[in-house]
T-cell receptor
Framework: EDKVVQSPLSLVVHEGDTVTLNCSYEVTNFRSLLWYKQEKKAPTFLFMLTSSGIEKKSGRLSSILDKKELFSILNITATQTGDSAIYLCAVWGAQKLVFGQGTRLTINP | NAGVMQNPRHLVRRRGQEARLRCSPMKGHSHVYWYRQLPEEGLKFMVYLQKENIIDESGMPKERFSAEFPKEGPSILRIQQVVRGDSAAYFC???????????????FGSGTQLSVL
C-alpha cells in the first residue's frame, strides 16, 4: 500500500528561525511529490517536484526531492508568524494523491 | 474564475440521518477527488471521479457511502445512516487532468465539516 510519512508531526520555533520539514514515501509508480500548506481550511499548493536534485524556490520556501532515497524536504527560512500552518506532503500513486499526516508548524513571535 | 466550491460549510446530522455533501469543481476541471480529514490527521483519499464515471473508489467504506459526478451539476458525496465516527472534515479537490490525472496539482475546496450528534 502506498505510504507517505512526515516528520516531525509538530514543531514550535521562534520567529526568524529556519525550519526543515521531512517527507519520506513508498509509492508504486512514483510520478510526482507535492507540498501543500493548510491554514484554516483548504490546502493551498506550494510545490510540485518530479526530478531529483532540482530545488524549487518560492520566496523563503524551498523544496528538493531525492528519488533514490525516497524523500523530500521543505525548508522555510526567516520564519514569520504567518507561516504557522499544517504542511502536507503528498505523492501521486497509481491514480490518487496520497497524503502524509502533516507537520503542524507553530511560529512564536 | 471561482475556485472549488463546497457546500454546506457545516452540516449537523443526528445518528441515522443522511448527509449530502456537494462539490462544484473549478471551471474547466473534469476530475474530482474526495478526501476525509480527522483532527490532527492528514487527508485520506476516498474516491476519484470523472464526469459520470467512478474511476477509483478504493478509499470509500463499503457500506453507507456513495459518490457521483453527473453530467450536469455538482459532485455529491452521500453518507447514509450516519454514525458518530463519520464526523470529520470532507474535502473535495479538482484538476483539469490536461497532463494526465497523476501529474497534476489538485485544487481544494474549503471543505464541509460534518458533525454527527
Amino acid at each position: 500500500e502506498d505510504k507517505v510519512v512526515q516528520s516531525p508531526l509538530s514543531l514550535v520555533v521562534h520567529e526568524g528561525d529556519t525550519v526543515t520539514l521531512n517527507c519520506s514515501y513508498e509509492v508504486t509508480n512514483f510520478r510526482s511529490l507535492l507540498w501543500y500548506k493548510q491554514e484554516k481550511k483548504a490546502p493551498t499548493f506550494l510545490f510540485m517536484l518530479t526530478s531529483s536534485g532540482i530545488e524549487k524556490k518560492s520566496g523563503r520556501l524551498s523544496s528538493i526531492l531525492d528519488k533514490k532515497e525516497l524523500f523530500s524536504i521543505l525548508n522555510i527560512t526567516a520564519t514569520q508568524t504567518g507561516d504557522s500552518a499544517i504542511y502536507l506532503c503528498a505523492v501521486w500513486g497509481a491514480q490518487k494523491l496520497v497524503f502524509g499526516q502533516g507537520t503542524r508548524l507553530t511560529i512564536n513571535p | 474564475n471561482a475556485g472549488v466550491m463546497q457546500n454546506p460549510r457545516h452540516l449537523v446530522r443526528r445518528r441515522g440521518q443522511e448527509a449530502r455533501l456537494r462539490c462544484s469543481p473549478m471551471k474547466g476541471h473534469s476530475h474530482v477527488y474526495w478526501y476525509r480529514q480527522l483532527p490532527e490527521e492528514g487527508l485520506k483519499f476516498m474516491v476519484y471521479l470523472q464526469k459520470e464515471n467512478i474511476i477509483d473508489e478504493s478509499g470509500m467504506p463499503k457500506e453507507r457511502f456513495s459518490a457521483e459526478f453527473p453530467k450536469e451539476g455538482p459532485s455529491i458525496l452521500r453518507i447514509q445512516q450516519v454514525v458518530r465516527g463519520d464526523s470529520a472534515a470532507y474535502f473535495c479537490a479538482s484538476s483539469p487532468a490536461e497532463r494526465g490525472p497523476t501529474n497534476e496539482k489538485l485544487f481544494f475546496g474549503s471543505g464541509t465539516q460534518l458533525s454527527v450528534l
